[in-house]
């Protein structure tokens, strides 16, 4: 069977652009015009795909996953109980959490632990927010808005307790919308010291 070919003539170029300098004067002349027009020209004109970062920052939407914050309670404490549920369902294996039980006096002694230690390497984070689905506690968040500012130091990227527990989420605040109930309140719907379970 024959196949049909189209045969497309190569366009002949016109002795001006066999020259060459015509066509470097109109590409000078394209480049000009952009150059002025976007140093010179009303902002809303200007055509730059650039942005100076970081002294201009470009707004991020509001579904992006930002870095991890680790929420607080009233009193400022961690609301993590230090039971490594993000740590088990974290596939980069990047958070590392060692518990630790509060004092005798403390309320929540024997009910919950605490982070003693807990660590994110975000430089291993595959930014999934399977952390934040895990957790039963409304602890971790990845709703900060914020990207990992950029550093040439690898332990910069490793977020202690304390940094992931003061940055605040897109609405500055250090907690969370979701109500707690404290060990001891009459609102805990777990074990109570007389009652037990
Ligand atoms: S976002 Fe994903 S990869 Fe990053 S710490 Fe959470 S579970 Fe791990
Ligand atoms: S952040 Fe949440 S899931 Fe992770 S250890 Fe703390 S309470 Fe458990």
Request: charged share 30%.
């Amino acid at each position: 069977m024959a196949i049909g070919v189209k045969v497309i003539e190569k366009k002949k170029r016109t002795a001006l652009e066999q020259m060459y300098v015509p066509e470097i004067a109109k590409g000078l002349i394209v480049t000009s015009k952009r150059f002025f027009k976007n140093t010179f020209g009303p902002e809303e004109k200007k055509e730059i795909a650039t942005v100076c970062y970081p002294e201009e920052k470009r707004e991020y939407p509001a579904r992006f996953r930002g870095i991890h914050r680790l929420t607080q309670r009233a009193d400022g404490s961690p609301r993590c109980v230090a039971c490594l549920c993000c740590s088990t369902a974290c596939p980069a294996q990047c958070i590392h959490i060692e518990a630790a039980e509060y004092g005798e006096d403390d309320p929540r002694h024997g009910y919950e632990r605490y982070p003693a230690v807990f660590t994110i390497d975000e430089l291993r984070c595959i930014y999934c927010g399977y952390c934040v689905e895990a957790c039963p506690c409304d602890a971790i968040r990845m709703d900060t808005g914020l990207h990992m500012p950029p550093s040439t130091a690898r332990d910069h990227f490793l977020y202690d307790k304390d940094t992931l527990l003061n940055l605040p989420g897109r609405d500055g605040t250090f907690l969370t919308a979701n109500p707690r109930h404290e060990p001891g309140d009459p609102t805990h719907p777990g074990i109570d010291r007389e009652k037990g379970h």
